[in-house]
């Protein structure tokens, strides 16, 4: 063959080649993201005690805030935050005075910490807090703006705040919701948990515990319901209904894509899976599972703003995800909700549970209940 076709036909070789692989980058559900690694950066390694961290936030890509219990050898406890101003290059821990549950910030220095006592307003982007709300049972809070918030919590706690936590007002539509099954609930028997907007469209659950006594004559399946309360104008209305549930609600996220995703997580451990992420359309009763696997158990999911999401699950040891022992940490990324692809994660994080803050798609972390925090880093 003479050179210049050999050359001709190695070129063509080569296009076909460039614009197969160009095709398989464009079908493939990894992103630059999933060629990035998860990688330890912090870890609380004191021996004889457990750093729990129960939620984190990163309203920015330099700053988070992570929260939990410290317990130590004979089951002392102590609550304690850790931030970083830095995207994770350093982290700060600050002892506080009561244990938190959860977190929830607007911006670097506009936050709040729930607590087992009460609810705190973050000073210094979390290095230190000044008490909001001295009350028992608060379990969430979320604020739509640094005056406009709500607290939910144990036996029908639904609040509204207009003035930053100064004064707070109960919300009606939470007390109602106890009988949204058709039979009178009594109001411990409701456990409102989740909280979630996306722009002025808010949902707001409530799981009824299904080992409360029911009033005569009604149905076990009374009890195995959630109360939905939804709002389309940011709170000024609300609109109430009741879904049957064979499961516990883990998370809850509304996406700026018009679709709601939720962690459902089975107690019984007879059933197939420990936990699975379902989608719906907004308003749509119908839903599909989208994640769920038998030899895992999600503990967290979170949505991206181009339409992805993270899933953060627990490999346990042994052959049950019923076993209360730290497992592998494993986290996956999905740019369609359809295909997902496992990343590549620190060969130290065990955990039995994780959760999840995304700052941006490039910059999100993953704190577990065993004292670390993992950053996505670039592989190069």
């Not at 070789?13 to 330890?40: D, E, F, Y």
């Not at 130590?72 to 600050?94: E, I, K, L, M, P």
């Not at 009374?222 to 939905?228: C, F, L």
């Not at 749509?284 to 696997?293: A, H, L, N, T």
Request: hydrophobic share 40%.
């Amino acid at each position: 063959m003479p050179a210049a076709a050999k050359t001709a036909c190695s070129r063509t070789r080569l296009g076909k080649t460039t614009l197969a692989l160009a095709l398989a980058l464009l079908a493939s559900p990894a992103s630059l993201r999933a060629a990035g690694r998860w990688k330890i950066q912090y870890l609380y390694d004191q021996a004889g005690f457990n750093f729990d961290i129960r939620d984190i936030a990163c309203p920015s890509a330099q700053r988070c805030v992570a929260a939990g219990v410290i317990t130590d050898q004979n089951d002392r406890r102590r609550g304690a935050v850790v931030v970083t101003s830095d995207g994770g290059r350093h982290w700060s821990q600050f002892e506080v005075k009561e244990q938190p549950l959860s977190l929830f910030f607007l911006d670097e220095t506009t936050g709040w910490m729930v607590t087992d006592h009460g609810l705190w307003s973050a000073v210094e982007g979390g290095r230190s807090w000044n008490r909001v709300e001295n009350r028992k049972g608060i379990l969430q809070a979320y604020f739509l703006d640094a005056n406009h918030g709500y607290i939910a919590g144990a036996s029908s706690l639904l609040d509204e705040t207009l003035d930053g936590g100064k004064t707070w007002t109960k919300l009606p539509q939470g007390i109602a919701a106890s009988s949204g099954t058709g039979v009178t609930i009594e109001a411990r028997a409701v456990s409102f948990d989740s909280i979630a907007f996306q722009g002025p469209h808010g949902i707001i659950i409530g799981e009824i515990d299904p080992s409360a006594p029911l009033p005569k004559g009604a149905g076990r399946s009374a009890a195995r319901r959630v109360i939905v309360l939804e709002t389309l104008d940011r709170g000024k209305n609300w609109n109430t209904s009741s879904v049957p549930l064979d499961a516990g609600l883990g998370r809850l996220r509304l996406s700026k894509q018009g679709f709601v995703l939720t962690l459902l997580v089975y107690a019984e451990a007879h059933s197939a899976l420990a936990s699975a992420v379902f989608q719906a359309a907004l308003g749509e009763p119908r839903s599909r599972m989208i994640f769920g696997e038998r030899d895992r158990t999600v503990t967290d999911v979170a949505l991206l703003d181009d339409g992805g999401a993270v899933v953060a699950a627990v490999e346990p040891p042994g052959n049950s995800p019923q076993v209360p022992i730290p497992g592998k940490l494993k986290i996956l990324e999905s740019r369609n909700l359809k295909l997902w692809q496992e990343m590549d994660v620190d060969y130290r994080a065990l955990a039995q549970s994780a959760v999840i803050a995304v700052a941006d798609p490039g910059h999100i972390w993953v704190a577990t209940d065993t004292g670390a925090i993992l950053g996505l880093v670039n592989s190069e």
